[in-house]
C-alpha cells in the first residue's frame, strides 16, 4: 500500500471548494508519456494552476500502469525543481470501470479515482460508485462518478447517443454513493469528433462547422438541486482549427473535426463546473507539430527532434487553457 500523501500529491476536496468559490476550474490533463507530462508540469508551474494528471485505462495498458504512477511521482519533484515551491497534484484515474481497477490504483499512490459506471442501470451505477467510495475514503482518496451518458467513446463504453443527466437524480445519487465529485452529460464528447456536420451550422465566411450550444439549462438545474457540490465536465476539448489545419496540411486527414467552443467551456468554469478535462487538444497539437516538422525536415530521424517542438505546442496549449479559458493561474502560489 502506498498513500498519495507521501508521494507529495493532493486529492481533489480542497482545490474542488476554492474552485467553486472562486469561479474557476481545474484543469485534467490526460496523459500517456514522459512529453506530454513534462508539458503539462511546465505548464502548471509557470502558472501556479493546481493540475489534475490523469490516467486512463487506455494510458495504463500503452504506457504500464506502474511506470506511469512512478512518473507522476517525478511530476511533483520535477514541479519543485522548476521553482513551484508548494506544487497542487492530483494522479487521478479517468474512466475506472471495475472496483478492482479503482483498488489497484488507491493502493498505488493515486490521489483520486473516477468510477465511470454512468452505462450501467440506475441503481447498479449507486451500487458500485457506493462501493469505491467505501474503499477509497477509508485512505482520503476522492471519488467522481458520473451520471448521464456522453456521446462517443468511453475507453470501451462506446454510446451512439449522448443522454444528459436527469436533474431530478442527482440529490438521491450524490447523497446515497458518497461521491465526491459529479461528471455530468450535458452535450460535450470525447474525441475530436464531437457533432456531425448534421448538428451543425456553418459559419458562411469561413465554411468552418459551428456547434450546438451545451445544455446550459441542465447544468444551471443541477447546480440548484445541489449547491456549491463539484460538478465535472468530460469531453472538454475544443478542437483549435489551428491544430486541425497543421495535422491535415502536412498530410493528415481530420476532415469536419469540431469541438465545445471556448467561450462555452468559459462560461461552464465560472459555474459549479471545478474540473475540466482535456485530452484531444493534446493529441492534436503533438501530432500537428510532429507532422509539420517531418514534413519540413524529412532527413531527420532523432525522435528528440520532432518530439521537442511537439512538446513546446502543448506546452503553449496548456497555459492558454489555464490562463484563459479555466482561469486557474495563480491558485496554487
Ligand atoms: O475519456 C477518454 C480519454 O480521452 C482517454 O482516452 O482511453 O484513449 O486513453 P483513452
Ligand atoms: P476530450 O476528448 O474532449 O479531450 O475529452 C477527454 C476526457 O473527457 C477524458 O476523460
Ligand atoms: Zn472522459
Same mark, same amino acid.
Given at each position: 500500500?502506498v ?6 500529491l ?9 474552485? /467553486? ?11 500517456n ?7 503539462? *508540469?511546465?505548464a ?5 494552476s493546481p493540475? *489534475?494528471l490523469q ?6 495498458n ?5 511506470l ?5 511521482e517525478?511530476?511533483v519533484?520535477?514541479?519543485?525543481e522548476?521553482?513551484?515551491e ?6 487521478? @484515474? ?5 472496483f ?18 454512468s452505462?450501467l442501470?440506475?441503481e ?8 469505491v /467510495?467505501?474503499?477509497a ?7 467522481? #462518478? ?11 463504453v462506446?454510446? #451512439?447517443e449522448?443522454?444528459?443527466?436527469? %436533474?431530478?437524480?442527482?440529490i ?6 458518497g461521491?465526491?465529485?459529479l ?10 469528433y464531437?457533432?456531425t456536420?448534421?448538428?451543425c ?6 465554411g468552418?462547422?459551428?456547434? %450546438? ?8 438545474e443541477?447546480?440548484?438541486? @445541489?449547491?456549491?457540490? %463539484?460538478i ?7 478542437v483549435?482549427?489551428?491544430? /486541425?489545419d497543421?495535422c491535415?496540411?502536412y498530410?493528415?486527414?481530420l %476532415?469536419?473535426?469540431v469541438?465545445i467552443?471556448e ?7 465560472k459555474s459549479?463546473v471545478?474540473k475540466?478535462? *482535456?485530452d ?7 501530432t500537428?507539430a510532429i507532422r509539420k516538422?517531418?514534413a519540413e ?5 532523432d525522435?528528440?527532434q520532432?518530439l521537442k517542438?511537439?512538446?513546446e ?8 487553457? *489555464?490562463?484563459?479559458v479555466l ?6 502560489e
Amino acid at each position: 500500500m502506498v498513500s498519495y500523501k507521501e508521494l507529495g500529491l493532493v486529492n481533489t476536496r480542497e482545490m474542488f471548494a476554492k474552485a /467553486v468559490d472562486g469561479g474557476y476550474a481545474i484543469p485534467a490533463f490526460n496523459f500517456n508519456n514522459m512529453e506530454q507530462l513534462q508539458a503539462i *508540469i511546465q505548464a502548471a508551474a509557470e502558472t501556479k494552476s493546481p493540475v *489534475i494528471l490523469q490516467v486512463s485505462k487506455g494510458a495504463r495498458n500503452y504506457a504500464n500502469a506502474t511506470l506511469l504512477r512512478y512518473m507522476a511521482e517525478g511530476a511533483v519533484a520535477y514541479a519543485k525543481e522548476l521553482g513551484w515551491e508548494h506544487p497542487q497534484i492530483c494522479l487521478h @484515474l479517468d474512466h475506472g470501470d471495475s472496483f478492482e481497477t479503482c483498488k489497484s490504483c488507491v493502493d498505488t499512490g493515486f490521489s483520486s479515482v473516477m468510477i465511470d459506471a454512468s452505462s450501467l442501470p440506475y441503481e447498479e451505477n449507486i451500487a458500485l460508485t457506493k462501493k469505491v /467510495v467505501e474503499y477509497a475514503h477509508k485512505f482520503d482518496v476522492t471519488v467522481e #462518478a458520473e451520471l448521464g451518458v456522453l456521446a462517443g467513446v468511453e475507453d470501451e463504453v462506446s454510446a #451512439a447517443e449522448s443522454h444528459y443527466t436527469k %436533474p431530478e437524480e442527482v440529490i438521491d445519487f450524490a447523497t446515497r454513493t458518497g461521491c465526491d465529485s459529479l461528471a455530468i452529460s450535458i452535450g460535450t464528447s470525447h474525441g475530436a469528433y464531437k457533432f456531425t456536420p448534421e448538428q451543425c451550422t456553418r459559419d458562411p465566411k469561413t465554411g468552418r462547422l459551428i456547434p %450546438p450550444p451545451l445544455a446550459f439549462d441542465v447544468l444551471h438545474e443541477i447546480e440548484k438541486k @445541489l449547491p456549491g457540490f %463539484p460538478i465535472v465536465l468530460h469531453g472538454s476539448s475544443s478542437v483549435p482549427q489551428e491544430y /486541425v489545419d497543421m495535422c491535415n496540411k502536412y498530410g493528415g486527414n481530420l %476532415p469536419n473535426a469540431v469541438g465545445i467552443p471556448e467561450e462555452q467551456l468559459r462560461e461552464a468554469a465560472k459555474s459549479a463546473v471545478c474540473k475540466i478535462n *482535456i485530452d484531444s487538444d493534446s493529441r492534436l497539437a503533438m501530432t500537428g507539430a510532429i507532422r509539420k516538422y517531418m514534413a519540413e525536415n524529412p532527413s531527420h530521424f532523432d525522435p528528440r527532434q520532432y518530439l521537442k517542438p511537439a512538446r513546446e505546442e502543448m506546452k503553449k496549449m496548456y497555459i492558454h487553457k *489555464i490562463v484563459n479559458v479555466l482561469g486557474s493561474d495563480g491558485k496554487a502560489e
